[in-house]
């Protein structure tokens, strides 16, 4: 069982940064691939960014590449998404899900596990 809880979101205007953490529990954190996924009202969950369990490989949304970045600290069981040049777009809750020796997967049901999402508002 792992549990994820998110932080780090707000309100910002358009061009600047935050930086999203997910903190798991559990002591096989670094065997969990983990992604982040964002929900606007109205839209489906989609894909932003995931971390590999083994070697750190990364993979991004197109619609966020060379803006985000995913990390990862294994010795503090935290997963960080830093967000650069937000765009009003970029608006919505955003989840992190933890999917066990996982690929870079971008689909919501490779994900056993979810956080309870922290909200990311980009004012133009």
């Known amino acids: 069982q792992v549990q994820l809880v998110e932080s780090g979101g707000g309100v910002v205007q358009a061009g600047a940064s935050l930086r999203l953490s997910c903190a798991a529990s559990?002591?096989?954190?670094?065997?969990?691939?983990m992604g982040w996924f964002r929900q606007a009202p109205g839209q489906e969950r989609e894909f932003v960014a995931a971390?590999?369990?083994?070697?750190?490989?990364?993979y991004y949304a197109d619609s966020v590449k060379g803006r985000f970045t995913i990390s990862r600290d294994n010795a503090k069981n935290t997963v960080y998404l830093q967000m650069n040049s937000l765009k009003p777009e970029d608006t919505a809750v955003y989840y992190c899900?933890?999917?066990?020796?996982?690929?870079?997967?971008?689909?919501?049901?490779?994900?056993?596990?979810w956080g309870q999402g922290t909200q990311v508002t980009v004012s133009s």
């Open positions: 899900a933890a999917d066990l020796y996982g690929l870079l997967n971008m689909e919501t049901y490779e994900y056993e596990y």
């Open positions: 559990g002591r096989t954190f670094s065997s969990y691939s």
């Open positions: 971390i590999s369990w083994s070697v750190g490989g990364t």
